[in-house]
């Protein structure tokens, strides 16, 4: 069965202090990895896609990274915008299914 | 371009009422997905549809029915509400062709009384 757990479920952070958020999957032939942000009350915002293992993608101060087993989203220098619900999912390479599983997340605040 | 939009962005109803949300997807997007989004459970996906054809179904009950017209506006209908269908509710489009992620809209926030 297709898992994704993301750790830690929240996190707060001073302004400027670096950190990385975890995304753990077991799925059945991976299609892709998504990153998506979210703010309260709104639709989850695409951020990156990640295909094959070793594969890095970078905006602004975020970078994506995959490894066979986990996913990383490295901030660097974070600022108060920032902060969002980071939700991680996971696309499985079934013939018809297009559907994305979902992570719970993991809520970020940074602090000014 | 406009993004994915879904009305109405509220809704209040009563148990076993139902209820019809709408989507209108990116242009030239042509595949529309559904998810349900409650604190408990997070996202999950209810189904997809191409070319006004469902190509994919997540594990909810019946009551859960969704549709796709020819111009690629999807609505979804939930019959019989039950207090745990409230929830935000999603709709997501992607292109058919190269990547496979997908834009969310808003969503619709369903409160069931």
């Known amino acids: 069965e297709d898992q994704v757990t993301q750790s830690p479920e929240a996190l707060r952070l001073q302004e400027g202090e670096s950190s990385s958020l975890n995304c753990s999957y077991t799925?059945?032939?991976?299609?892709?990895l998504f990153w998506y942000r979210q703010d309260p009350g709104k639709g989850p915002e695409f951020l990156f896609t990640?295909?094959?293992a070793g594969e890095e993608k970078e905006k602004e101060r975020l970078k994506a990274t995959l490894t066979k087993k986990e996913s990383f989203l490295h901030i660097t220098a974070p600022k108060p915008e920032d902060s969002a619900t980071y939700l991680c999912?996971?696309?499985?390479?079934?013939?018809?299914?297009?559907?994305?599983?979902f992570g719970t997340g993991t809520r970020l605040t940074v602090i000014p | 371009k406009a993004g994915v939009t879904q009305t109405p962005r509220y809704l209040i109803k009563t148990r076993g009422q139902q209820v019809t949300l709408s989507c209108s997807p990116i242009?030239?997007?042509?595949?529309v997905s559904w998810y349900q989004q409650t604190p408990g459970q997070g996202l999950q996906f209810l189904f997809e549809?191409?070319?006004?054809?469902?190509?994919n179904k997540g594990n909810f009950p019946g009551r859960f029915s969704g549709r796709q017209f020819s111009n690629s506006r999807s609505e979804m209908n939930v019959s019989t509400l039950e207090l745990g269908d409230s929830a935000l509710y999603l709709c997501?489009?992607?292109?058919?062709?190269?990547?496979?992620?997908?834009?969310f809209g808003p969503g619709t926030r369903l409160t069931v009384t």
């Open positions: 997501a489009s992607r292109p058919l062709t190269g990547a496979y992620e997908q834009y």
């Open positions: 799925v059945s032939g991976l299609r892709g």
């Open positions: 990640l295909y094959s």
């Open positions: 999912a996971v696309q499985a390479d079934q013939t018809g299914a297009n559907n994305l599983f």
């Open positions: 242009s030239g997007h042509r595949s």
């Open positions: 549809y191409f070319s006004e054809t469902q190509r």
